[in-house]
């Protein structure tokens, strides 16, 4: 059969609009007169308001109309055999353009391939000629009652198919705007770190001591930092933790080197210099943050260093032969009053003698024992009994490898560690050497060197 390709009509569907008596509408479709006019009879006097077609062309025109009319219209009638534009081809053309309507197939014989045909283009009952008025009647009804139930529900599961694909499309919307924020918040992270670093530099140089130090942020950015300072007769070394692992703890550690260094050029140091830090974090207000520090003198030519602790944890002292020890310096955290007080320990050195320092995230790296669920810290006897090793190097980096393997790997704070090696004075020059670790370095005495801070990580 070769059909004409009619241009797309609107899905009556999605119209509507009944008559002004609310009546049900209905097509009839049939080139016998006389059944035609029975049928619409029929239908009319049970309350139906009825149209009616002599043919395929002009049932294909009226429902065309009506969809652009926007009307409803809830059955059609159509006769299967009509000269011309048949049933089929009716149908056809309606599935052609889109304009599904439902229909009740009427014929005086129809064969099983062309119910099936009928079925595949969207007939849904089927009434044989001749038609007797009370069958028509509960036929149509019926198909129009299930017909309209149909709609409904189809129409409700469309309804909540386009509110769901609103809501997704409105989630989508909303995850992609997130994704965009946060990368650039990430690009935003990355080079605040990279200006954090240039601003904290590397250690800086003591002749007559050797430095090997590890670090290990937790996040991006830490808020841990130590500060190298050679003097007349030895040097300082500060090691100081800023409470916290945001922006403002790696803010706080810049204003700590930037105090630090100019309190240096002033030729302050031990408790003065304390105190000072101290009362400018007791007076930056609501940006005041709690800092630990430790704060080593070292007078190399009379052979000692005095160790001022502000909370921090205690320095673990290498001398001579002997066990490592700790040293018992204690004082008040840094930030929180306005009354701070110091205890401070003094050590005698000796060409060989070694010092460990590390902030909080160093001891405190815990781990959950077996079926005890107890929670064990590394502790400075953790750090005391891994402290071996023949050169500093190797001692600095068995205690960081004991104190990570001790936690798992998995921190819970900014960790930071510091070796220091008393050495005979002489004029050797050493260059820095690096290990193979995040942000760690380990340096020697070189004339050509600066004095700067040390990155964090």
């Known amino acids: 059969m070769t059909t004409t390709i009619t241009p797309r009509l609107p899905d009556t569907s999605l119209f509507h609009r009944r008559a002004s008596d609310g009546r049900r509408r209905v097509l009839v479709v049939d080139d016998d007169a006389v059944a035609r006019r029975l049928m619409v009879t029929v239908l009319a006097v ?3 308001e009825v ?3 002599c043919g395929g062309e002009e049932a294909v025109d009226i429902i065309a109309r009506l969809a652009t009319e926007r009307l409803s219209l809830d059955c059609m009638l159509l006769d299967v055999r009509m000269p011309g534009l048949d049933g089929m081809g009716v149908l056809e053309r309606l599935t052609e353009a889109g304009t599904p309507v439902p229909t009740v197939a009427v014929s005086a014989s129809s064969d099983r391939d062309t119910v099936i045909q009928l079925m595949r283009l969207g007939c849904d009952e089927f009434l044989d000629k001749p038609v007797r008025p009370e069958e028509l009647l509960a036929r149509i009804n019926g198909f129009i009652e299930r017909s309209q139930r149909s709609t409904a529900l189809r129409r409700g599961r469309e309804d909540r198919l386009r509110e769901e694909k609103a809501k997704l499309e409105h ?8 994704a965009q924020q946060l990368g650039e918040l990430s690009r935003q992270v990355e080079s605040a770190r990279t200006v954090y670093q240039d601003l904290i530099g590397t250690p800086g140089v003591i002749d007559g001591l050797d430095l090997v130090w590890r670090n290990r942020p937790l996040a991006a950015m830490g808020g841990d930092f130590l500060g190298v300072r050679a003097t007349d007769v030895g040097g300082l070394v500060l090691l100081a933790d800023v409470a916290g692992h945001d922006l403002g703890a790696s803010l706080h550690g810049v204003l700590i080197k930037a105090f630090f260094e100019e ?3 002033r030729g302050l140091g031990g408790e003065e210099f304390l105190r000072l830090l101290n009362r400018q974090l007791v007076g930056s207000g609501a940006q005041r943050r709690l800092v630990t520090a ?3 003198d070292f007078d190399l030519a009379q052979g000692r260093v005095t160790v001022i602790s502000a909370g921090h944890p205690q320095v673990v002292a290498l001398h001579g032969g002997d066990e490592p020890a700790v040293m018992p310096g204690v004082g008040s955290v840094l930030g929180m ?8 320990a003094r050590l005698e050195l000796e060409p060989g003698d070694r010092l460990l ?4 995230g160093v001891v405190d790296a815990t781990r959950v024992d077996g079926p005890s669920g107890r929670r064990q810290r590394f502790g400075l006897d953790g750090l005391r009994a891994a402290a071996a090793g023949p050169g500093l190097a190797e001692l600095v980096a068995a205690a960081w490898k004991a104190a990570l393997d001790h936690c798992r790997g998995k921190p819970s704070d900014d960790m930071l560690l510091v070796g220091l090696e ?3 004075r002489d004029t050797r020059d050493y260059e820095p050497q690096a290990i193979p670790d995040q942000g760690s370095a380990t340096v020697r005495r070189s004339d050509q060197h600066p004095s700067t801070p040390p990155a964090k990580g």
Not at 171 to 178: K, Q
Not at 337 to 344: K, Q
Not at 357 to 360: A, H, M, N, Q, V
């Open 46 to 48: 049970r309350g139906y």
């Open 51 to 53: 149209l009616e077609a």
């Open 171 to 178: 989630e989508s919307e909303r995850h992609r705007r997130t």
């Open 263 to 265: 309190n240096c050029r």
């Open 294 to 296: 430790q704060l080593l």
């Open 337 to 344: 009053s306005e009354e701070v007080s110091f205890i401070p």
């Open 357 to 360: 320092l590390c902030t909080d």
């Open 422 to 424: 008393v050495r005979q």
